[in-house]
Nanobody, 116 residues
Framework: VQLQACGGGLVQAGGSLTPSCAAS????????MAWLRQAPGKEREFVAG???????RYGDSATGRFNISRDNDKNTLYLQMNNLRPEDTAVYYC???????????WGQGTLVTVSS
């Protein structure tokens, strides 16, 4: 499977963005999927994940503001982000666990910049 993330951009604090991650190859529903992010000078951080069974989980920074979803017909993963804050500024990556306990397939990342 190959992943292609897009949909980042510049948004003001309090605004919304919905990056997407299109997959080529086998359907995403087979795999555990996730969004992670990395801000300048910081370690990569788990944002949200959805299992192959559809169970979702969120990192502390995303709980209550972000929503991860998957469109199996379009073979695309989404991250709806609401009430964005400047500290959400980061490169957002989609990733998949392909026959692995870790996320071993990664998209190229999409930059989200939140201005105050």
């Amino acid at each position: 499977v190959q992943l292609q993330a897009c949909g980042g951009g510049l948004v003001q604090a309090g605004g919304s963005l919905t990056p997407s991650c299109a997959a080529s190859g086998p359907t995403l529903s087979r795999y555990n999927m996730a969004w992670l992010r990395q801000a300048p000078g910081k370690e990569r951080e788990f944002v949200a994940g959805v299992s192959s069974s559809g169970r979702t989980r969120y990192g502390d920074s995303a709980t209550g503001r972000f929503n991860i979803s998957r469109d199996n017909d379009k073979n695309t993963l989404y991250l709806q982000m609401n009430n964005l804050r400047p500290e959400d500024t980061a490169v957002y990556y989609c990733a998949a666990s392909v026959y692995s306990v870790t996320y071993n397939v990664w998209g190229q990342g999409t930059l989200v910049t939140v201005s105050s």
